[in-house]
Every structure is written in C-alpha cells, then in structure tokens.
C-alpha cells in the first residue's frame, strides 16, 4: 500500500470521526437541549457540518480504495539474449531498401515496428518461417 494511501485512509478517518462528534455529540446535545433554553439553529448547523464531514471521509475512502491516486509509470525494458553463434544479416527498409539500425525498432503494444529514417514509413516486423 502506497504511503499517498495510507495518509488518505488515515484522514478520512479522522474526517469521520470528527464527523461523528459534531453530528452526533454535540448537535444532537443542542436539539435536545432546546427545550430547555438551547437552541436548535445551532444544533442543526452542527450536524450538517458533522455529516458533510463523515461524508468527505467516506468519499475519500472511496477514492483511495478505487486506485487511482497516486498512478505509478513503469518502463519496461525488452532484452534479447542470442546465442553466440547467430549470424545477424543487415536490416533493410521494405520501401527505400534503407539500411536500418536498432534505434529504429521499437515495441509497440507487444510487437517490434520499424521506423525508416530515410522514407519516413512505419511498418511491423514479421517473422518468416524458418522452414
């Protein structure tokens, strides 16, 4: 669990009990109070400010616990050992017969695509059987 999260979980938390308290302890005290002098104004403006509170905790615990805070980039790296006794023919562009290096591949969704430096086209490599 990310450290972005556990602090969002941590001050819902306190939002809902704080929440709590205002709602609950100290509004409802002053509604219940009014008969005898308090006043019921107050009482209800503590408890909408004790429900706004739990209800940013509870939306907060939502958010959290739906992963998209705090989003981690990974970068991965495609390594290919080959055997040592692999000859490597030169690469050539399929429409200007170019000569092509490794800096013009990359993978792309999984699948290795050529970029001519010299035509400017982009196309996918295909493997050819062996047979």
Known sequence: MSTGRIITYIVAAFLILIGLGLAIIIGLSYIVQAGSGGSVGIGLVFLIIGFLMIGGGVYLIYMASR?????????????????????????????????LTMDNIQMVAGAPVVNCPYCHSTYQLTEEPKW
């Open 67 to 99: 992963g998209k805070m705090g989003a981690v980039i990974e970068n991965v790296t495609l390594k290919v050992d080959l055997p040592a006794n692999v000859r490597l023919d030169t690469l050539k562009c399929r429409s200007c017969g170019g000569t």
